[in-house]
Structures are given as C-alpha cells and as structure tokens.
Nanobody, 120 residues
C-alpha cells in the first residue's frame, strides 16, 4: 500500500489549496495528514479516527483546514484555507493507523509527500 499525494504547489498567503491522497478505502478508517517544515519535527495536522467519527486537528490549523475522504473514489482530502507562510512544509498522507495510548497513533503506510509553499 503506497498512498500517493497530489495537489501541492505555491500560493500566496490567504489563498486556498486542496491536497488529495489516493489510498485503498479499507484504510480510510484511521488516516491522517502530516507536515514537516525544514528544521522542524513532523506533526500531524489532521486525522480521521474510527472511519470518520472523531476528527483531529492541530490547534494551528483549526478553522482553516478540513480533512475528508471519499470511500468510493479511494481519496483522502485536505482542504486548506486562509493559508499562512508558516503552513509551508512537505505534506504527507498516512493511512492504517492504530491508537497506542496517550492519544498517540502509529501509522503503517506513508506517501512520499507533496510540497506546499505559501509566500507572504
């Protein structure tokens, strides 16, 4: 299983962008989007738990980013609005996760990443 991200690119601050990830639907029950900026640790920005039940967002993107999925198309999405320069990073899609305690999830399959650059 190799998730494949698409939709990255360069935008101006305040603009929107939607990332897509192709992954088998059976793994969408627990999936997420991560990002890593140069010199920073990778962080999970949004996650689907229990097939669309509780949804996780890191505080810095709440109200701006939306994670969703289309089971029939086998696609995961990350809609990013009101982008800021600090959102610049490589974004990764990951699927097939499990809870390992303490609010932490471990993911089995990762995409190669897509670059998002937001200029001011």
């Amino acid at each position: 299983v190799q998730p494949v991200e698409s939709g990255g690119g360069s935008v101006q601050a305040g603009e929107s962008m939607r990332l897509s990830c192709t992954a088998p639907p059976e793994y969408h029950y627990c999936a997420g989007w991560f990002r890593q900026a140069p010199g920073k640790e990778r962080e999970e920005v949004a996650g689907i738990r229990d097939g669309g039940g509780p949804v996780y967002y890191v505080d810095s993107v709440k109200g701006r980013f939306t994670i969703s999925h289309d089971v029939w198309k086998g696609l995961l999405y990350l809609q990013m609005n009101s982008l800021k320069p600090e959102d610049t990073a490589t974004y990764y899609c990951a699927v097939d996760c499990r809870h390992v305690g303490g609010g932490k999830y471990v993911y089995n399959f990762w995409g190669q990443g897509t670059q998002v650059t937001v200029s001011s």
